[in-house]
């Protein structure tokens, strides 16, 4: 990554990347795994912006240019809270961060991308961020939430280790790189539902509300990766999530929406940030909802769905928040938390006034 400037200047000389417990870094091995593709997509980030890194992970993982791996060997078991591959594990993974911890004082964070299955390691002297949390937990000082929908659900926990640290904590959307996904001017006539056969990711509302419309009905729930999956999604006339929990993020809305497709969806949890009403897709409460919003979908352009998720949730799009994030959370860690001067988790920039305050973050003192 020789060459590569750091769009703000970041101070961190290094990321520690905790990854999966029982899955190599590798998607095409676990394509319907949202925490592999998260480790993914953060080595991505450090790897666009040039930031050294190092990822934790198990035997057979491909870790992105830029980086290097620390392999932990095969999985021992499958993890669970406290169980002997959870002890089996921390204890691999903290002997791979020993070797590699820094002096006190020398700028690196440690990021955990899979909740406790990190609690029990000693991180020495550096902080540690609990990354792209879209579990029902958190452990870590610092927090990074996928939409304010998820961190709301953990701020409903009155527990101490949640309630006494949200100062520091910051919402970041979940990203991808959108160069693996295209516009396919070419439809065919089918409602697309990705995802598993569950009634709680709504799939019964998306079988009823297809035969009354009159549109079929294409339900895929795994298998599907790549160019491929790019493919079935950009073909689709409309992805179908009809999710009945409070969905923390929902890849799958913003993929169709990175192919210019609408995204019909229940209206809570994170498709309200995701899902702009009207323009990259609808938000529904009863059938009748969902039968208008199919009958509209027409109506939708692609250029600007593609357009609006290219701005919020690419790579680059992401890219200097995390930055001045870990910053943030550097400066905050060292100098005082809440008084920390500078501490800034972005810069405050008016509305269409950016111009005016610059987009390089200068931490103070440090």
């Known amino acids: ?7 703000v200047g970041t101070v961190l000389r290094h990321v520690h990347v905790l990854g999966h417990p029982d899955l190599p870094l590798k998607v ?13 997509n953060m080595c991505l980030l450090l790897s666009r912006a040039g930031v050294p890194y190092t990822y934790y992970g198990l035997d057979g993982s491909e870790v992105p240019e830029g980086g290097e791996a620390a392999l932990l060997g095969e999985a021992g078991g499958t993890w669970a809270h406290r169980n002997p591959w959870h002890a089996a594990y921390t204890a691999r993974l903290q002997a791979a961060l020993d070797e590699r911890l820094p002096t006190a004082g020398t700028p690196a964070v440690v990021l955990s991308l899979y909740g406790a299955a990190h609690m029990d390691i000693d991180p020495g002297p550096l902080p540690v961020i609990e990354a792209m949390v879209g579990y029902d937990h958190c452990w870590a000082p610092y927090r990074v939430f996928p939409s304010y929908a998820q961190q709301h659900v953990i701020y409903a926990d009155p527990s101490p280790h949640v309630q006494d640290h949200k100062w520091f904590d910051t919402v970041i959307p979940h990203f991808l790189d959108a160069s693996e996904y295209w516009v396919r001017p070419e439809r065919e006539d089918y409602a697309l539902f990705l995802g598993r056969a569950a009634p709680d990711k709504g799939i019964d509302i998306a079988r009823e509300v297809s035969e009354r419309s009159g549109i079929p009905l294409r339900a895929v729930h795994g298998g599907v990766v790549g160019a491929a999956k790019t493919e079935l999604i950009a073909r689709a006339r409309v992805v179908l999530m009809p999710t009945l929990y409070v969905e923390p993020f929902g890849y799958v809305a913003v993929e169709a929406q990175l192919c210019g497709v609408p995204v019909v969806t229940t209206d809570w949890g994170a498709f309200a940030e995701t899902v702009e009403h009207g323009l990259s897709g609808f938000r529904c409460r009863t059938q009748a909802e969902f039968l208008e919003a199919l009958r509209l979908v027409p109506l939708l352009e692609p250029g600007p769905i593609r ?18 994030y870990f910053d943030f959370v550097w400066n905050v860690h060292l100098h005082g938390g809440y008084y920390a001067p500078n501490a800034l988790r972005r810069p405050l920039c008016p509305v269409g006034r950016r111009e005016d305050v610059g987009s390089r973050f200068v931490s103070g003192g440090m």
Do not use: F, T, W
Not at 1 to 7: E, K, L, Q, R, Y
Not at 28 to 40: F, I, K, M, T, Y
């Open 28 to 40: 095409s091995a676990a394509p319907e795994n949202a925490q592999v593709l998260n480790c993914r």
């Open 307 to 324: 357009e609006r998720a290219l701005r919020l949730y690419d790579i680059g799009a992401v890219l200097d928040d995390y930055l001045h």
């Open 1 to 7: 990554m020789a060459g590569i400037s750091n769009p």
